[in-house]
């Protein structure tokens, strides 16, 4: 597992910078599931034409995609869930309060975590 201390220190975006900031951006409007607007987090699920969705939509919703009615598969979007890795995200207790920003692979280990988790359910 890839090892990245970042959110040691105070959680803030002023680390990700000028072009990097705005590919961020960009990246993280791509990756929203199509079903309920999250964010995309690994294990992130295909359907036979492409469209990736959250774990939670995949298992809650029929056999059929619900962006195109293609069948679901359970293949893995692995490119899709490095990326997720390497992007920063905010916590997604954000709106209870917590004012963490971390990489992918930190944040969910994070919101396993969170002082904020007891205020709503991931
Ligand atoms: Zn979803
Ligand atoms: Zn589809
Ligand atoms: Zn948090």
Redesign the pocket.
Same mark, same amino acid.
């Given at each position: 597992m890839m090892t990245d201390s970042f959110c040691q220190g105070t959680p803030q975006m002023t680390f990700v910078s000028g072009s990097d900031k705005i590919l961020n951006k960009k990246i993280l409007d791509i990756i929203k599931c199509p079903k309920c607007a999250y964010f995309l987090r690994p294990p992130m699920f295909l359907c036979t034409e492409g469209h990736n969705y959250c774990e939670e939509c995949f298992r809650r919703n029929s056999s059929r995609c619900p962006e195109c009615g293609a069948v679901k598969t359970e293949n893995r979007s692995v490119q899709l869930e490095q990326i997720h890795n390497a992007l920063f995200f905010r &916590?997604?207790? =954000?709106r209870f309060g &917590?004012r963490?920003i971390c990489r992918g692979i930190i944040i969910r280990l994070?919101?396993s975590q &969170? =002082?904020?988790r007891m205020y709503g359910n991931l």
């Amino acid at each position: 597992m890839m090892t990245d201390s970042f959110c040691q220190g105070t959680p803030q975006m002023t680390f990700v910078s000028g072009s990097d900031k705005i590919l961020n951006k960009k990246i993280l409007d791509i990756i929203k599931c199509p079903k309920c607007a999250y964010f995309l987090r690994p294990p992130m699920f295909l359907c036979t034409e492409g469209h990736n969705y959250c774990e939670e939509c995949f298992r809650r919703n029929s056999s059929r995609c619900p962006e195109c009615g293609a069948v679901k598969t359970e293949n893995r979007s692995v490119q899709l869930e490095q990326i997720h890795n390497a992007l920063f995200f905010r &916590c997604f207790f =954000s709106r209870f309060g &917590c004012r963490m920003i971390c990489r992918g692979i930190i944040i969910r280990l994070h919101e396993s975590q &969170c =002082s904020f988790r007891m205020y709503g359910n991931l």
